[in-house]
């Protein structure tokens, strides 16, 4: 599908520049896209299956808007209100004629008279009470919309076509939330409280001040940051002066959108609060929940629609000042509260606004609108129940294939990770296919025996073309026998078919991969069926083990030793490359897998109460103390193909 892709994009100060520079990324696997950026770019529909239109209420979008009325396509509504952008269309052009017609055009003649009083300079434009939609729905092919409030909005507009709601993504990032406070002098124990984005009247910011100003009076060492472009008719120096606050409250400015999210990262209490509302969602809303930030909301319009765990709402008019101060209050006083909704708020967006849904989303939606076909908003089933615990006795299972003393030695020291390792991999069936990467035949066994594959295979590194026909019988006198396949998983293709296979277990095999991981990982998706499993492990570079060792002044790796070569034996390849959960999460969604499972544990289960301090160390410093075990479990599905290949985070 050719899709043309009209949007501002950075360095552009806009919201949906840096929101459409996201969805760029997550859906270019997914279309053929041409991005239109500017007016100066030609622009020849007859190129193309469908438009793509990302219509703002500013003059960023005038070129946008213009082309959807001579091309029409799919629009993409932000809000539902775009008189800002038609008067820079009109009036700034000093086009007084067709703006005083396209008011009347949407409301009629009461509205022509009053938009002649606005040309007379009597009064200014009725910029909340008109929004001039009505030309561009008529147009538009289709809309996408972020929210039922606002999907409400746009049929009230008159448009009876297609619409999709389309969460608005989700930005994860990595905040240096200590490095931020540390540049603004604040130490880590002090309540920070900010306000972020343009900072118009409408962000309730002087009901914010007046809540913050009680709360100095029971907390004197709470801070407020203020980050954004000031608004011209809203000075908040003299606000803030008045009210007292200026030992409390800075006002930093606008600031790159790497600065933007470290300032977010330090704050504690984030106050997205906004009325009147036009439906719109907010960037900065989702890059606070994806922080694992506590956040306000106004219970307003799209707001509305997020679940009560993961932000704090609070009602517009008489009480809002006191609500403010009660949450604020709470939150400070009752740190762990804040922590817990900063966690439900990021587990809620990570599985329901992440970005390759999102762009999934939009792409069944283009191909519906452009086939002219029936869109119907697809609900995700729920997995089915394919993983349930093992049968006792699994350990005593697994040591009775030991070949060798070596191999018993190896089985006790990770018994915890290979059981774990088979109760987390999908169960199988008699036609399902499973293979195991690096595989010694330890817990081969049980994928046919426990997990009811009906054909298990192996794979190990070694000369292409190669393959092994194993056979090994148990202690118990219980026969198992498999194929094992040679090749390199860096280099080589695989040596089987598209689609193969149910399910790949890629265990302690990754942090010894020394030139190009992403090529394993693009075939293990070629070779899985859609909807297919991957099972990966691999020790976890940011485990309190690893974090203990480093601030003692040594390695964290978990093997970081050289192997001393030993003559007419083939050398283990090394760890060369040691991974953490959150790089594990980038890698499958790089590779085109949904993460179903991420969990990290013990490779043999044994307290460790000398990791006390460190656990400790990152409480006080308000660090994320999950996912600290040794190994990384990790479960992936497979939902298209790969979406980069060559991710940055990994490849110079």
Not at 139 to 161: K, N, T, W, Y
Not at 316 to 329: H, Q, R, S
Not at 634 to 645: D, H, L, P
Request: contains cysteine; glycine residues 10%; charged residues 25%.
């Amino acid at each position: 599908m050719r899709v043309a892709f009209f949007s501002p994009l950075p360095p552009a100060r806009s919201g949906i520049a840096d929101y459409s520079e996201a969805l760029v990324a997550a859906l270019k696997p997914l279309a053929d896209l041409e991005i239109f950026s500017n007016a100066g770019q030609v622009f020849d529909p007859s190129r193309f299956d469908i438009a793509l239109y990302h219509l703002g209420n500013n003059q960023y979008h005038d070129f946008v808007y213009e082309t959807a009325l001579r091309h029409p396509g799919v629009v993409v509504m932000h809000e539902a209100n775009l008189h800002h952008l038609i008067a820079d269309l009109t009036i700034k052009r000093g086009d007084w004629e067709s703006y005083v017609g396209e008011c009347e055009y949407n409301g009629g003649e009461a509205a022509r008279v009053f938009a002649e009083r606005v040309h007379r300079l009597e009064v200014g434009p009725d910029y909340e009470g008109l929004p001039l939609i009505r030309r561009i729905l008529e147009s538009a092919r289709g809309v996408v919309v972020h929210s039922h409030f606002l999907e409400q909005e746009i049929r009230r507009g008159g448009f009876r076509g297609p619409i999709a709601v389309i969460p608005h993504g989700a930005w994860i990032p990595e905040g240096d939330r200590n490095g931020y406070r540390f540049k603004l002098g604040l130490d880590e124990s002090t309540p920070l409280v900010g306000i972020f984005g343009f900072l118009k009247p409408y962000k309730r910011i002087t009901e914010s001040f007046r809540a913050f100003r009680r709360l100095v009076r029971l907390t004197p060492g709470v801070r407020m940051i203020l980050v954004g472009e000031e608004h011209p008719e809203f000075p908040l120096a003299p606000l803030i002066r008045t009210m007292g606050l200026s030992a409390h409250v800075r006002v930093l400015g606008f600031t790159p959108i790497e600065e933007f999210v470290g300032y977010l990262s330090a704050c504690d209490i984030v106050l997205n609060l906004r009325y009147p509302t036009v439906g719109e969602s907010s960037g900065t809303l989702l890059r606070s929940l994806g922080l694992g930030k506590a956040v306000l909301v106004s219970e307003v319009g799209s707001f509305l629609e997020f679940p009560d765990d993961v932000c704090l709402k609070v009602p517009v008019g008489a009480g809002e000042e006191d609500l403010i101060f009660e949450f604020l209050n709470l939150l400070v006083s009752r740190p762990e509260i804040a922590r817990d909704l900063g966690t439900h708020a990021r587990d809620y967006v990570m599985r329901e606004c992440n970005w390759p849904g999102v762009a999934l989303r939009y792409a069944r939606f283009l191909e519906a609108v452009a086939e002219g076909r029936e869109y119907r908003e697809e609900v995700p089933s729920p997995l089915p129940e394919t993983v349930a615990p093992l049968e006792p006795g699994v350990s005593e299972y697994l040591e009775g294939w030991a070949a060798n003393r070596e191999s018993r030695q190896y089985i006790e020291s990770h018994e915890t990770r290979l059981t774990k390792t088979l109760e987390m991999t999908p169960r199988g069936g008699p036609c399902d296919r499973v293979l195991e990467m690096g595989a010694y035949l330890q817990m081969t066994p049980a994928l046919r025996s426990k997990l009811g594959y009906g054909e298990v295979r192996g794979c190990y590194y070694g000369e292409p073309g190669r393959v092994d026909h194993r056979v090994v019988t148990s202690e118990q006198g219980e026969t198992f026998d498999c194929y094992i396949d040679h090749f390199d998983a860096e280099r080589d293709c695989f040596p089987y078919p598209d689609g193969y296979y149910a399910t790949v277990l890629c265990c302690e095999l990754l942090e010894h991969l020394s030139t190009d991981p992403m090529h394993m990982m693009t075939e293990i998706n070629r070779v899985l069926k859609p909807g297919g499993s991957l099972v990966l492990t691999t020790p976890n570079a940011a485990s309190l083990r690893a974090l203990t060792a480093i601030l003692q002044g040594y390695h964290p790796g978990f093997f970081s030793a050289y192997l001393r070569p030993v003559e007419d034996e083939e050398i283990e390849a090394r760890h060369n490359r040691e991974y953490t959960p959150g790089e594990i999460r980038r890698l499958f969604e790089n590779a085109g897998f949904e993460v179903t499972r991420l969990e990290t544990g013990e490779f043999r289960e044994q307290p460790h109460p000398e990791f006390g301090w460190v656990r400790h160390l990152l409480d006080t410093y308000r660090l994320d103390a999950s996912l600290r075990g040794d190994g990384i479990y990790a479960v992936g599905r497979k939902t298209g193909a790969v979406r980069e290949r060559y991710p940055a985070w990994l490849y110079a």
